[in-house]
């Protein structure tokens, strides 16, 4: 059975601080990583992928992949009220298109 | 960024009747879309892979004969909930892939069987 990990929160952390969300999986054939924004009440919105070991930045967001750890993480800095949401991780496996889904981390910025 | 839309975006219905939901891609090609379905303070499940000219793929659990699937086109694919029952209330959500393996989701369908 594939799985991917999340803690489930809430993660709190003050505005303008460094809010790190982490992902485990369980499938070292997993290919491709993706980190997703889920807003109560709406649907995920893409935050980022990342395919290969080490950093990748994306304006205030940097995903972090270790293959060997199997651990995949979210940084956001600066904080925002309007960062709080959901945030899933998902994985794409070698063979398939489909992904799976952790249970997403609720992050709270309090203002 | 790819978008993708739903139609519609909330339907309530009467148990026993059928909903049709339709999921575009507007700006690119998706050969594959996906179905969830998320209940409250869930994860999203998902239900079926939907490939352009073929079969649906069904998740183990998921009745094809009351979820029908079809993708006629590279840019559409509808979810049909047959004789809907207040069970069914969910929030259903279509993702397409790009050519770069990427799901973008759409806005989401809340349906309501009363």
């Known amino acids: 059975q594939k799985e991917v990990e999340q803690n489930s929160g809430p993660l709190s952390v003050p505005e303008g601080a460094i809010a790190s969300l982490n992902c485990t999986y369980s499938?070292?054939?997993?290919?491709?990583f993706f980190w997703y924004r889920q807003y109560s009440g709406k649907s995920p919105e893409l935050i980022m992928f990342?395919?290969?070991?080490g950093d990748k930045e994306d304006g205030r967001f940097t995903a972090q992949l270790n293959k060997a750890s199997q651990y995949v993480s979210l940084l956001i800095r600066d904080s925002q009220p309007s960062d709080s949401a959901t945030y899933l991780c998902?994985?794409?496996?070698?063979?398939?298109?489909?992904?799976?889904f952790g249970t997403g981390t609720r992050l709270k910025v309090l203002a | 960024g790819a978008v993708v839309s739903q139609h519609p975006s909330w339907v309530i219905c009467k148990s026993g009747t059928s909903v049709k939901i339709e999921c575009r891609s507007l700006?690119?090609?998706?050969?594959?879309m996906f179905w969830y379905r998320q209940f409250p303070k869930q994860s999203l499940m998902l239900m079926a892979t939907?490939?352009?000219?073929?079969?649906?793929?069904?998740e183990q659990g998921v009745e094809k004969d009351k979820f029908l699937i079809n993708h006629a086109s590279l840019t559409l694919s509808t979810l049909t909930v047959t004789s809907a029952h207040p069970e069914d209330s969910s929030f259903y959500i279509c993702?397409?892939?790009?050519?770069?393996?990427?799901?973008?989701f759409g806005p989401g369908t809340r349906l309501l069987v009363l």
């Open positions: 993702s397409a892939r790009d050519n770069q393996e990427t799901q973008y």
């Open positions: 499938d070292r054939g997993s290919q491709s």
């Open positions: 990342i395919y290969s070991n």
């Open positions: 998902a994985v794409r496996s070698s063979g398939t298109y489909k992904y799976i």
């Open positions: 700006d690119f090609q998706a050969t594959t």
């Open positions: 939907s490939n352009e000219g073929s079969k649906a793929t069904y």
